[in-house]
């Protein structure tokens, strides 16, 4: 096994001196044991990929988002077939008052991906609450529950119900019932302004407004936003710990054993293909068609910086990825990069 994960890392490594990435950092554990935790090119510039680098996940924050909202379940605050018309009035009209909490935790509520034109809010540097509201206005994509629309918007849209019922803040939500129960030391939702954390963050190669004070992956704007689809940046190590959550490895108590059970298999009809969606994780297949080798009882996300984290319970296999190219430079290419290494690993462990 360790020489066949061994041909794995040799290939990012060709990958990073073919330019086709930067840097990357791969975890691989085995029936509980961690077996494999490397690190190679470069997070920014002039600095080197590591254990202590901060990782954009992209849209892997979407399993917090879910993850906070089970928390919320399990506390009677909301329940999965609850209408979110009943929490925010706004959306209690004819079209949008069959959209429940399950609807938007599977990508099934028919709400567009984002509201139009997101370069140009982003470009204003509005804050989250004023983004979501111009989505907000959007009509569906399709009916409620008759099949799978990616949405980031139905995510943050999960983040205003949870405010609305609560009082409080979503990204302190995040943080009491998710980043610190989980002893996430090095995992931030929203970037903090502080010159020695923002220093450790890894550079996103083609992310949308790279380079631009008001760049959705920078540490300006973007990620100071806390946005529920896209805003959670963490090390390799605390991205692994995470997920451990959800694997019979657990280190601690996170969410109770059903919540774990609902959210990783499939809740989403057979009919609507690939992935399945559980609540929050993709199951048995990637969206972006970047897993292959895997059981249909797998589940996990995959982020469009570069990042993909997945756990296969019939061959006790958790992998987590990181690196720092975006999905925007080449959809085709970025898709085989991230399978070469996930489809790599199962082969290496099977």
């Known amino acids: ?49 590591g254990p202590d680098i901060l990782w954009p996940l992209a849209s892997i924050s979407k399993v917090f988002t879910a993850s906070t909202i089970m928390a919320l379940v399990e506390r009677g605050l909301l329940t999965l077939s609850m209408p979110i018309a009943t929490v925010l009035d706004e959306l209690d009209d ?107 963050l890894a550079h996103v190669v083609g992310g949308l407004g790279e380079g631009e004070p008001w760049a959705m992956y920078g540490a300006a704007y973007g990620l100071r936003l806390a946005h529920p689809a896209w805003g959670v940046v963490a090390t390799l190590q605390d991205l692994v710990r995470f997920f451990s959550h959800f694997t019979p490895y657990a280190p601690g108590r996170l969410l109770s054993a059903a919540s774990v059970a609902a959210m990783t298999r499939r809740q989403t009809p057979e009919a609507f293909g690939l992935p399945g969606w559980g609540y929050g994780f993709e199951v048995g297949g990637g969206y972006f068609g970047e897993v292959d080798l895997v059981s249909p009882r797998s589940f996990g996300h995959t982020g469009a910086t570069g990042c993909a984290v997945w756990y296969d319970p019939e061959y006790d296999l958790l992998v987590a990825f990181v690196s720092n190219r975006h999905m925007n430079t080449g959809r085709q290419q970025f898709v085989r990069r991230i399978a070469a290494v996930l489809n790599g690993v199962a082969a290496a462990v099977t």
């Open 1 to 49: 096994m360790e020489e066949r994960l061994h041909r794995v890392v040799a290939g990012i490594e060709e990958a990073i001196e073919r330019g086709e990435i930067d840097g990357a950092g791969l975890f691989v554990v085995v029936r509980g044991e961690r077996v494999l935790e490397w690190y190679g090119g470069q997070a920014a510039p002039g600095v080197g990929a």
């Open 94 to 200: 004819e079209e949008r008052r069959a959209i429940t909490i399950r609807h938007l935790l599977t990508h099934t509520a028919g709400v567009p991906y984002e509201a139009p034109d997101i370069e140009t809010l982003l470009r204003q540097r509005l804050p989250l609450d004023e983004l979501l509201e111009v989505g907000l206005d959007q009509p569906l994509d399709f009916v409620p529950g008759t099949r799978v629309g990616y949405s980031d918007l139905g995510y943050g849209i999960l983040a205003l119900v949870a405010e609305r019922v609560t009082g409080r803040a979503f990204a302190t939500l995040v943080r009491e019932f998710v980043i610190e129960p989980a002893e996430l030391t090095d995992t931030w939702f929203p970037l903090p302004d502080s010159d020695a954390v923002t220093s450790r």
